[in-house]
Each structure stands twice: as structure tokens, then as C-alpha cells.
């Protein structure tokens, strides 16, 4: 009987996208960061949001810069993100309308192939908020990249908590089952812990043992942190079985 260990860390580039401002990147990066962490996970964070970098302010100790740039002369500043997942996986938060540039820097290096020769692989946190554009662009992407990258639907259920109108769309229907898209749901963090958090700049670390949220508040945090870990663990991506 073959027995499995699941002790190999996958060195994976993890891009958190979602193309639109506003639809939860930042926060859901600042959850997978947590889950590394907690998970003794190692990683590298990598903010490329240079209007607002607020999780690298919330994580400044570890968290490093990148910038995806169509201009040429910049083109190697994001070269950094494949060099570091050689060694480890690497999370990366992109900001806002980057799906040009940050296309034109895997295909102008041709990265999937040189990603296989170096056991690098790339993954997609597209990040939705159920509206018709944010599921627009999450198409495009699809589109784009086909199978070379797998792409993970991550239904935002603190911006939508009805996905009924998408579940029912046969083209969106078509893409998932074309490609096998993985879809999870990101779990609703209470407003007034969501609030607080972001004033103070806390770490999911810091917020559970927040005193202002007294004993309830702190839960709620836990709770919204085992829910999302839940669904991290769902996808499968973040080890190897070795033999």
C-alpha cells in the first residue's frame, strides 16, 4: 500500500487579482498571508499596488515591493516574484487594471515554459464580486490564459451574498467546466471588526487578541478566519503528495 506525506511545499506564483479596485484583493491577501503563517507555510508576500499598498503596510515586516509595468524600460522590476518562487511560493497581490502588463510579462519571457523547466507553476486568486463586469473581466482572464494557468473563482461574500444569477449563466457555466475552474467562497468579515482592522492596520494575528473587540468580537474574527482557511485548504494547491 502506497502511503503519502504531504511535505512538499508546490513553489507556486499565487496572484491575487480581480482587475477592478474595490472588490476585496487586498483583504483576501491579507487572509492567505495569515493562513501561511499560521500554517508555518514558507512564503514570500509581494504588494504591487503602488496607489494604495495596504498590505504592505498592514504586513511591512515581511511583505515585499514589486511593480508590473508596460513600459519596457520597467519591464524587469517584477522579475524579482519569479526569482523568489524558485526557492518558495510567492503571494502577490496586484493592483488595480494590471491584466496587460502583468500578461505582457509572462508571455514576453514566456514564463509558463521557463516556470515547467524550474517546477515554477502559477496560480489565479480572481477575486469577483458577482457584478456583470467583475465576472467580465474574470472571463477575459480565463480566456487569455486558457489552461496554462488554473484559475480559482473566489466569490466575495462580503460584497454579494447571492450568486444564484451566475450559477444559472450558461456561458459562465461553459468557461468553468471547459477549463475546470475551482470556485470558493470567501467568507463576510463582520463590518465593524473589517473597520477597525483596517483604521489600526492590524494583522489577523493582532485582531484576535484585539481587547476592543471584547470576547465576541475576537470570535467573529476566528471564525471568519476558519471559514476562509477552510476554503484555502479546499483548492489542494499549496502541497505535493511524495511518495
Known amino acids: 500500500m502506497n502511503k503519502y506525506l504531504e511535505v512538499a511545499v508546490m513553489p507556486t506564483i499565487h496572484l491575487v487579482d480581480g482587475e477592478k479596485g474595490g472588490v476585496g484583493k487586498s483583504l483576501f491577501s491579507r487572509t492567505i498571508i495569515q493562513y501561511c503563517l499560521d500554517k508555518k507555510i ?57 491584466h496587460r502588463a502583468v500578461q505582457g510579462w509572462i508571455d514576453s519571457n514566456q514564463l509558463i515554459e521557463l516556470g515547467s523547466s524550474q517546477g ?76 477597525i482592522i483596517d483604521q489600526n492596520r492590524l494583522t489577523f494575528a493582532q485582531a484576535r487578541e484585539y481587547k476592543e473587540f471584547g470576547i465576541i468580537g475576537r470570535q467573529r474574527v476566528m471564525n471568519f478566519l476558519k471559514l476562509a482557511y477552510g476554503a484555502f485548504e479546499r483548492v489542494g494547491i499549496w502541497y505535493e503528495k511524495v511518495e
Open 42 to 98: 514558507p512564503f514570500v508576500a509581494v504588494d504591487t499596488d503602488r496607489s494604495n499598498p495596504d498590505v504592505a503596510e498592514v504586513y511591512k515586516e515581511i511583505c515585499k515591493y514589486a511593480v508590473f509595468s508596460e513600459n519596457e524600460r520597467q519591464a524587469d522590476k517584477a522579475d524579482r516574484i519569479f526569482e523568489w518562487a524558485v526557492e518558495k511560493p510567492v503571494i502577490v497581490n496586484l493592483a488595480a487594471q494590471s
Open 120 to 195: 515554477v507553476m502559477f496560480c489565479k486568486w480572481f477575486v469577483s464580486t458577482g457584478g456583470y463586469d467583475s465576472i467580465n473581466l474574470f472571463a477575459q482572464s480565463v480566456n487569455t490564459y486558457g489552461e496554462r494557468i488554473p484559475h480559482i473563482l473566489v466569490r466575495n461574500l462580503g460584497l454579494c451574498d447571492d450568486w444564484e444569477h451566475i450559477e444559472s449563466d450558461a456561458n459562465f457555466q461553459k468557461i468553468v467546466n471547459k477549463y475546470k475552474i475551482k470556485v470558493i467562497d470567501f467568507p463576510k468579515l463582520a463590518y465593524r471588526e473589517r473597520n
